[in-house]
T-cell receptor
Framework: EPEVTQTPSHQVTQMGQEVILRCVPI?????FYWYRQILGQKVEFLVS????????KSEIFDDQFSVERPDGSNFTLKIRSTKLEDSAMYFC???????????FGPGTRLTVL | DAKTTQPTSMDCAEGRAANLPCNHS???????VYWYRQIHSQGPQYIIH???NNETNEMASLIITEDRKSSTLILPHATLRDTAVYYC????????????????FGKGTKLSVIP
Protein backbone atom coordinates (compact mmCIF):
# COMPACT_ATOMS: atom_id res chain seq x y z
CA GLU A 1 0.00 0.00 0.00
CA PRO A 2 1.43 3.40 -0.99
CA GLU A 3 2.44 5.59 1.91
CA VAL A 4 1.01 9.06 2.28
CA THR A 5 2.10 11.49 4.97
CA GLN A 6 0.38 14.69 5.96
CA THR A 7 1.66 17.70 7.87
CA PRO A 8 0.92 19.08 10.31
CA SER A 9 -1.01 16.45 12.22
CA HIS A 10 -2.87 19.19 14.08
CA GLN A 11 -3.24 22.85 13.17
CA VAL A 12 -4.88 25.44 15.38
CA THR A 13 -5.64 28.81 13.82
CA GLN A 14 -7.65 31.93 14.38
CA MET A 15 -10.69 32.67 12.26
CA GLY A 16 -9.75 34.67 9.18
CA GLN A 17 -6.20 33.33 9.01
CA GLU A 18 -4.78 31.41 6.07
CA VAL A 19 -3.70 27.81 6.51
CA ILE A 20 -1.79 25.45 4.27
CA LEU A 21 -2.13 21.72 4.71
CA ARG A 22 0.48 19.47 3.11
CA CYS A 23 0.41 16.00 1.67
CA VAL A 24 3.55 14.09 0.72
CA PRO A 25 3.05 10.87 -1.21
CA ILE A 26 5.99 8.48 -0.96
CA UNK A 27 5.49 7.27 -4.51
CA UNK A 28 4.97 8.46 -8.04
CA UNK A 29 1.21 8.50 -7.98
CA UNK A 30 -0.32 10.98 -10.36
CA UNK A 31 -3.77 11.61 -8.96
CA PHE A 32 -4.36 13.54 -5.77
CA TYR A 33 -7.48 14.19 -3.71
CA TRP A 34 -8.57 16.11 -0.66
CA TYR A 35 -11.44 15.01 1.54
CA ARG A 36 -12.65 16.40 4.83
CA GLN A 37 -14.60 15.04 7.76
CA ILE A 38 -16.34 17.32 10.20
CA LEU A 39 -16.51 15.72 13.64
CA GLY A 40 -19.24 13.09 13.75
CA GLN A 41 -20.11 13.46 10.08
CA LYS A 42 -19.35 11.67 6.81
CA VAL A 43 -16.12 11.87 4.87
CA GLU A 44 -16.74 14.41 2.09
CA PHE A 45 -14.92 14.86 -1.20
CA LEU A 46 -13.40 18.28 -1.84
CA VAL A 47 -11.24 18.14 -4.95
CA SER A 48 -9.22 15.94 -7.29
CA UNK A 49 -6.04 17.07 -9.02
CA UNK A 50 -4.16 15.64 -11.98
CA UNK A 51 -1.48 16.97 -14.28
CA UNK A 52 -1.34 20.23 -12.35
CA UNK A 53 -5.02 20.90 -12.83
CA UNK A 54 -8.18 20.44 -10.85
CA UNK A 55 -10.11 17.62 -12.52
CA UNK A 56 -13.14 17.67 -10.25
CA LYS A 57 -14.36 19.64 -7.27
CA SER A 58 -17.36 19.60 -4.99
CA GLU A 59 -19.66 22.41 -3.92
CA ILE A 60 -17.68 22.68 -0.70
CA PHE A 61 -14.54 23.65 -2.63
CA ASP A 62 -15.33 27.34 -3.08
CA ASP A 63 -13.07 30.32 -3.75
CA GLN A 64 -11.63 30.09 -0.25
CA PHE A 65 -9.88 26.86 -1.19
CA SER A 66 -7.01 26.23 -3.58
CA VAL A 67 -4.68 23.34 -4.34
CA GLU A 68 -1.29 23.04 -5.96
CA ARG A 69 1.88 20.94 -6.26
CA PRO A 70 4.45 23.68 -5.84
CA ASP A 71 7.56 21.52 -6.11
CA GLY A 72 6.36 18.38 -7.86
CA SER A 73 6.19 16.36 -4.67
CA ASN A 74 4.17 18.12 -1.98
CA PHE A 75 0.47 18.52 -2.65
CA THR A 76 -1.09 21.38 -0.72
CA LEU A 77 -4.54 22.57 0.25
CA LYS A 78 -4.81 26.25 1.11
CA ILE A 79 -7.73 27.79 2.92
CA ARG A 80 -7.49 31.51 2.38
CA SER A 81 -9.54 32.90 5.24
CA THR A 82 -10.60 30.21 7.68
CA LYS A 83 -14.05 30.07 9.20
CA LEU A 84 -15.24 28.26 12.30
CA GLU A 85 -17.03 25.72 10.11
CA ASP A 86 -13.74 24.76 8.43
CA SER A 87 -12.79 22.90 11.60
CA ALA A 88 -12.49 19.28 10.50
CA MET A 89 -10.12 16.44 9.70
CA TYR A 90 -8.62 16.89 6.25
CA PHE A 91 -7.46 13.79 4.41
CA CYS A 92 -5.25 13.60 1.37
CA UNK A 93 -5.55 10.60 -0.94
CA UNK A 94 -3.58 9.39 -3.94
CA UNK A 95 -4.14 6.96 -6.77
CA UNK A 96 -2.30 5.70 -9.83
CA UNK A 97 -5.18 6.39 -12.15
CA UNK A 98 -8.49 8.15 -12.20
CA UNK A 99 -10.40 4.99 -11.43
CA UNK A 100 -7.74 3.18 -9.41
CA UNK A 101 -7.77 2.55 -5.68
CA UNK A 102 -7.36 5.66 -3.56
CA UNK A 103 -5.04 5.47 -0.57
CA PHE A 104 -5.49 7.92 2.26
CA GLY A 105 -3.11 9.74 4.52
CA PRO A 106 -3.51 9.95 8.31
CA GLY A 107 -5.15 13.36 8.15
CA THR A 108 -4.66 16.84 9.55
CA ARG A 109 -6.94 18.02 12.31
CA LEU A 110 -7.76 21.68 11.70
CA THR A 111 -9.20 23.66 14.59
CA VAL A 112 -10.42 27.18 13.86
CA LEU A 113 -10.97 29.36 16.94
CA ASP B 1 -22.52 6.35 -8.40
CA ALA B 2 -24.94 3.77 -7.10
CA LYS B 3 -26.21 4.20 -3.57
CA THR B 4 -25.32 1.66 -0.88
CA THR B 5 -27.17 0.58 2.25
CA GLN B 6 -25.40 -0.81 5.30
CA PRO B 7 -26.53 -1.63 8.84
CA THR B 8 -25.70 1.10 11.31
CA SER B 9 -23.84 -1.13 13.71
CA MET B 10 -22.81 -4.72 14.38
CA ASP B 11 -21.09 -6.65 17.14
CA CYS B 12 -18.72 -9.55 16.69
CA ALA B 13 -16.97 -11.74 19.23
CA GLU B 14 -13.19 -11.68 19.11
CA GLY B 15 -11.82 -14.58 17.07
CA ARG B 16 -15.05 -15.12 15.19
CA ALA B 17 -15.76 -14.16 11.60
CA ALA B 18 -17.30 -10.74 11.05
CA ASN B 19 -19.72 -10.62 8.13
CA LEU B 20 -20.63 -7.11 7.04
CA PRO B 21 -23.43 -6.84 4.49
CA CYS B 22 -23.96 -4.13 1.89
CA ASN B 23 -26.86 -3.58 -0.46
CA HIS B 24 -26.20 -1.88 -3.80
CA SER B 25 -29.23 -2.81 -5.84
CA UNK B 26 -28.76 -0.03 -8.42
CA UNK B 27 -25.16 -0.90 -9.26
CA UNK B 28 -24.29 -0.80 -12.94
CA UNK B 29 -22.01 -3.05 -14.91
CA UNK B 30 -19.39 -0.31 -14.96
CA UNK B 31 -19.04 -0.05 -11.20
CA UNK B 32 -16.78 -1.71 -8.66
CA VAL B 33 -17.64 -2.43 -5.03
CA TYR B 34 -15.00 -1.01 -2.69
CA TRP B 35 -14.61 -1.47 1.04
CA TYR B 36 -12.74 0.90 3.32
CA ARG B 37 -12.60 1.20 7.07
CA GLN B 38 -11.90 4.04 9.44
CA ILE B 39 -10.48 3.43 12.87
CA HIS B 40 -11.44 6.28 15.15
CA SER B 41 -10.53 9.50 13.29
CA GLN B 42 -7.71 8.03 11.24
CA GLY B 43 -7.63 8.18 7.46
CA PRO B 44 -9.87 5.67 5.66
CA GLN B 45 -7.99 2.44 5.05
CA TYR B 46 -8.50 0.50 1.84
CA ILE B 47 -9.54 -3.11 2.44
CA ILE B 48 -10.60 -4.76 -0.79
CA HIS B 49 -12.60 -4.26 -3.97
CA UNK B 50 -14.28 -6.39 -6.60
CA UNK B 51 -16.36 -6.36 -9.74
CA UNK B 52 -18.29 -9.63 -9.88
CA ASN B 53 -16.02 -12.41 -8.72
CA ASN B 54 -15.31 -13.11 -5.09
CA GLU B 55 -12.03 -11.63 -3.93
CA THR B 56 -9.67 -12.41 -1.07
CA ASN B 57 -6.57 -10.69 0.26
CA GLU B 58 -4.60 -10.73 3.47
CA MET B 59 -7.17 -8.56 5.24
CA ALA B 60 -10.55 -9.86 4.15
CA SER B 61 -12.77 -11.64 1.66
CA LEU B 62 -15.42 -10.03 -0.50
CA ILE B 63 -18.43 -12.04 -1.61
CA ILE B 64 -20.54 -10.46 -4.35
CA THR B 65 -23.88 -12.00 -5.26
CA GLU B 66 -24.39 -13.20 -8.79
CA ASP B 67 -26.78 -10.36 -9.60
CA ARG B 68 -24.28 -7.92 -8.02
CA LYS B 69 -27.00 -6.26 -6.00
CA SER B 70 -25.37 -7.00 -2.69
CA SER B 71 -22.06 -8.01 -1.18
CA THR B 72 -20.56 -9.17 2.10
CA LEU B 73 -17.21 -8.28 3.56
CA ILE B 74 -15.79 -11.07 5.69
CA LEU B 75 -13.10 -10.59 8.31
CA PRO B 76 -12.26 -14.24 9.02
CA HIS B 77 -10.94 -13.89 12.57
CA ALA B 78 -11.90 -10.54 14.02
CA THR B 79 -9.57 -8.94 16.56
CA LEU B 80 -10.08 -5.94 18.82
CA ARG B 81 -8.07 -3.89 16.33
CA ASP B 82 -10.76 -4.49 13.72
CA THR B 83 -13.17 -2.29 15.67
CA ALA B 84 -13.91 0.48 13.17
CA VAL B 85 -16.48 1.99 10.84
CA TYR B 86 -16.65 0.01 7.60
CA TYR B 87 -17.71 1.70 4.39
CA CYS B 88 -19.07 0.00 1.29
CA UNK B 89 -18.66 2.26 -1.74
CA UNK B 90 -19.64 1.79 -5.35
CA UNK B 91 -17.61 3.65 -7.94
CA UNK B 92 -17.10 3.71 -11.67
CA UNK B 93 -14.35 1.46 -12.98
CA UNK B 94 -13.48 2.87 -16.36
CA UNK B 95 -12.84 6.30 -17.72
CA UNK B 96 -15.75 7.47 -19.81
CA UNK B 97 -14.88 11.13 -20.09
CA UNK B 98 -17.76 12.01 -17.84
CA UNK B 99 -19.00 11.21 -14.39
CA UNK B 100 -17.33 11.33 -11.04
CA UNK B 101 -14.32 9.45 -9.76
CA UNK B 102 -14.61 10.64 -6.20
CA UNK B 103 -15.37 8.26 -3.40
CA UNK B 104 -18.78 8.92 -1.88
CA PHE B 105 -18.81 7.82 1.73
CA GLY B 106 -22.01 6.99 3.56
CA LYS B 107 -22.34 6.48 7.29
CA GLY B 108 -20.98 2.93 7.12
CA THR B 109 -21.31 0.14 9.66
CA LYS B 110 -19.77 0.57 13.06
CA LEU B 111 -18.27 -2.82 13.90
CA SER B 112 -17.51 -3.47 17.55
CA VAL B 113 -15.33 -6.50 18.26
CA ILE B 114 -16.05 -7.72 21.77
CA PRO B 115 -13.53 -9.65 23.90
Amino acid sequence: EPEVTQTPSHQVTQMGQEVILRCVPISNHLYFYWYRQILGQKVEFLVSFYNNEISEKSEIFDDQFSVERPDGSNFTLKIRSTKLEDSAMYFCAISSGHTDTQYFGPGTRLTVL
Amino acid sequence: DAKTTQPTSMDCAEGRAANLPCNHSTISGNEYVYWYRQIHSQGPQYIIHGLKNNETNEMASLIITEDRKSSTLILPHATLRDTAVYYCIVRVRSYSGAGSYQLTFGKGTKLSVIP
